[in-house]
């Protein structure tokens, strides 16, 4: 085992590079159905009771209040939407991590580096570092959010299942709390994967939401 700073780092016999499955990730598409969101969203806005008490001299000015409702609306939509693309690049990596156990256990000198242990593997954090290493991620993603998210919720529950408070403040320290308990389940040392030791492709696939 390679330490480098304060990180520990598989050591892997000979000097050949390996090979990982591609990561496919599933972007979102460019033509959403924003009016059904953004009504969805007006819902939740008059449900909840979101929009403020307003002034005498404000409710005189309705078409102020309309704007408002309808700021407040689009910004839920583009909240739901950046969490949608989140749990998707989450999604994508896990079953990348899947496919990289697949190729581990096929190859003498990698399959002694996983252990066996239920699904999603506790220890697999390797994996998420590794792309975080490799740079996969653009700057408006954070990998391990993402993860988290995936890991919280097997399926992305729609907007209108949504809170305003979980949009809003609570998305973050869910997704966070879910993947540092992931992460804790560790086994000790933790190690990285060496970076410059494997390649993969990363594939954006376009994905129809509905």
Same mark, same amino acid.
């Given at each position: 085992?390679?330490?480098?700073?304060?990180?520990?780092?598989?050591?892997?016999?000979? !000097?050949?590079?390996?090979?990982?499955?591609?990561?496919?990730?599933?972007?979102?598409?460019?033509r959403?159905?924003?009016?059904r969101?953004?009504?969805?969203?007006?819902?939740?806005?008059?449900?909840?009771?979101?929009?403020? /008490?307003?002034?005498?001299?404000?409710? !005189?000015?309705?078409?102020?209040?309309?704007?408002?409702?309808?700021?407040?609306?689009?910004?839920?939509?583009?909240?739901?939407?950046?969490?949608?693309?989140?749990?998707?690049?989450?999604? !994508?990596?896990?079953?990348?991590?899947?496919?990289?156990?697949i190729?581990?256990?096929?190859?003498?000198?990698?399959?002694?580096?996983?252990?066996?242990?239920?699904?999603?593997?506790?220890?697999?954090?390797?994996?998420?570092?590794?792309?975080?290493?490799k740079?996969?991620?653009?700057?408006?993603?954070?990998?391990?959010?993402?993860?988290?998210?995936?890991?919280?919720?097997?399926?992305?529950?729609?907007?209108?299942?949504?809170?305003?408070? *979980?949009?809003?403040?609570?998305?973050?320290? /869910?997704?966070?709390? !879910?993947?540092?308990?992931?992460?804790?389940?560790?086994?000790?040392?933790?190690?990285?994967?060496?970076?410059?030791? *494997?390649? *993969?492709q990363?594939?954006?696939?376009?994905?129809?939401?509905?």
């Amino acid at each position: 085992m390679e330490i480098v700073g304060d990180r520990r780092f598989v050591e892997l016999p000979g !000097a050949k590079t390996h090979e990982l499955p591609p990561l496919l990730v599933k972007t979102l598409p460019q033509r959403q159905r924003l009016d059904r969101m953004v009504e969805t969203a007006s819902e939740m806005i008059e449900q909840e009771d979101m929009v403020p /008490i307003l002034t005498i001299d404000q409710l !005189a000015q309705p078409e102020g209040v309309a704007r408002r409702k309808m700021d407040l609306a689009i910004q839920l939509v583009d909240r739901y939407m950046s969490l949608l693309g989140q749990w998707h690049w989450g999604d !994508a990596v896990l079953e990348w991590i899947r496919q990289c156990e697949i190729t581990f256990c096929s190859r003498l000198e990698l399959r002694n580096l996983l252990q066996n242990d239920l699904w999603p593997h506790a220890g697999r954090s390797s994996f998420v570092t590794l792309l975080e290493d490799k740079g996969v991620a653009d700057k408006d993603l954070t990998l391990p959010k993402a993860v988290g998210l995936r890991l919280a919720f097997r399926q992305m529950p729609p907007m209108r299942c949504c809170s305003d408070q *979980f949009l809003f403040y609570l998305n973050n320290n /869910i997704a966070q709390s !879910a993947y540092q308990t992931w992460f804790d389940m560790t086994p000790s040392p933790v190690s990285s994967l060496p970076p410059e030791r *494997f390649e *993969f492709q990363v594939v954006n696939m376009s994905l129809e939401v509905h």
